[in-house]
């Protein structure tokens, strides 16, 4: 498999649920980013992850929580998440330091109910 | 800080006419610039990209687009349209300053009439 695979494609959760989105690389980058794309707002930068380390939290509220075990791995935990929550969630890699644009996988379109 | 605009949310064009999709950038330092494309319930795809190279880059697709340092401008184009091409296309700005961290426009909404 290559590029940036994020599973589930769908979610649908309570506001009660924990949940965990998945986002896999397979393209020998070493940074990770996760954007929330919500209509009729421009793409939001929520988590930068250089080497497996945090790098960027853009103020996300803590009902949201990023993991990433290694270099092509990237997980964010879901939790007691608001309505307001719902959006497609888009993950993408690149070349740490590189000014040559991003891989972004397909996303998670997620609905909180 | 960076920053681009993305001139008209909508633009709608015929079948086989030329595409044209306003970006004017703003930024201290020299830029690099990047359209990125997205179809319905997918992610972000990278059309093309300018990195301080030849001014006119090529990108997939047919598309094409302009660096014009003295508009501020990275216009994209394509000859003409195909039924295909309807899509939401973005425009981005990264600096070597902020890591490479791309700042994306809002989009523009690209539809094609039959």
């Known amino acids: 498999e290559t590029g940036v695979t994020q599973t589930p494609r769908h979610l649908v959760m309570g506001m009660t649920n924990k949940k965990s989105l998945k986002c896999e690389q397979h393209?020998?980058?070493?940074?990770m980013y996760w954007y929330k794309q919500s209509a009729k707002k421009p793409l939001e930068l929520m988590f930068v992850y250089n080497f497996k380390e945090q790098t960027e939290n853009n103020s996300v509220p803590s009902r949201f929580s990023p993991e990433c075990p290694n270099s092509s791995h990237l997980f964010l935990h879901l939790h007691t998440l608001q309505p307001e929550d719902s959006a497609l969630y888009l993950c993408a890699s690149s070349q740490e330091q590189s000014p040559y644009g991003y891989t972004f996988g397909s996303g998670t379109r997620l609905t909180v109910v | 800080a960076q920053s681009v605009t993305q001139l008209g949310s909508h633009v709608s064009v015929s079948e086989g006419a030329l595409v044209l999709l306003r970006c004017n950038y703003s930024?201290?330092?020299?830029?690099?610039l990047f359209w990125y494309v997205q179809y319905p319930n997918q992610g972000l795809q990278l059309l093309l990209k300018y990195t301080s190279a030849a001014t006119l880059v090529k990108g997939i697709n047919g598309f094409e687009a302009e660096f014009k340092k003295s508009e501020t401008s990275f216009h994209l184009t394509k000859p003409s349209a195909h039924m295909s091409d309807a899509a939401e296309y973005f425009c981005a700005v990264s600096v070597a300053q902020g890591s490479y961290i791309p700042t994306f426009g809002r989009g523009t909404s690209l539809i094609v009439h039959p």
């Open positions: 930024s201290s330092v020299p830029p690099y």
């Open positions: 393209l020998g980058h070493n940074a």
